[in-house]
């Protein structure tokens, strides 16, 4: 369950696991990906396509993820689209990077750039 649904943390640095997809694994008695759609955000992920290549494969990319509205639709720069994507579990941040938190979301970023090449 940790390699697939881990990654998340609270601000006082307490584990969390993404809880759809643990209760989903739970019904269903097997690990799988259980994310639904990135579609509203494949426009988004092209743009940042290059860096998520390097985080599938284990990289860190570096980010200023700040005090960004999570209902905002002005997502103009790389900084603004991570912490868009930081708030809404799709990815992690850490000491001034960003990475793909788990093996659930690293197989599905997979997916959609073999799908977007």
């Known amino acids: 369950m940790r390699?697939?649904?881990?990654?998340?943390?609270?601000?006082?640095?307490?584990?969390?696991?993404?809880?759809?997809?643990?209760v989903c694994a739970l019904f269903d008695n097997q690990l799988s990906n259980y994310w639904t759609s990135?579609?509203?955000?494949?426009?988004?992920?092209y743009y940042v396509r290059n860096d998520?290549?390097?985080?599938?494969?284990?990289?860190?990319?570096n980010a200023k993820i700040g005090d960004f509205a999570a209902v905002s639709m002005e997502l103009k720069t790389k900084n603004q689209?991570?912490?868009?994507?930081?708030i809404y579990g799709?990815?992690?941040?850490?000491?001034?990077?960003?990475?793909?938190?788990?093996?659930?979301?690293?197989?599905?970023?997979d997916e959609l750039l073999f799908r977007e090449s």
């Open 52 to 61: 998520l290549a390097l985080m599938v494969i284990g990289e860190r990319v």
């Open 3 to 22: 390699e697939w649904y881990d990654g998340y943390h609270t601000a006082a640095r307490e584990r969390i696991y993404n809880p759809r997809s643990i």
């Open 38 to 45: 990135f579609e509203p955000y494949d426009e988004i992920f």
């Open 90 to 109: 799709l990815l992690t941040y850490n000491n001034g990077q960003v990475f793909i938190p788990n093996k659930e979301l690293m197989l599905k970023y």
């Open 81 to 86: 689209i991570y912490s868009a994507m930081v």
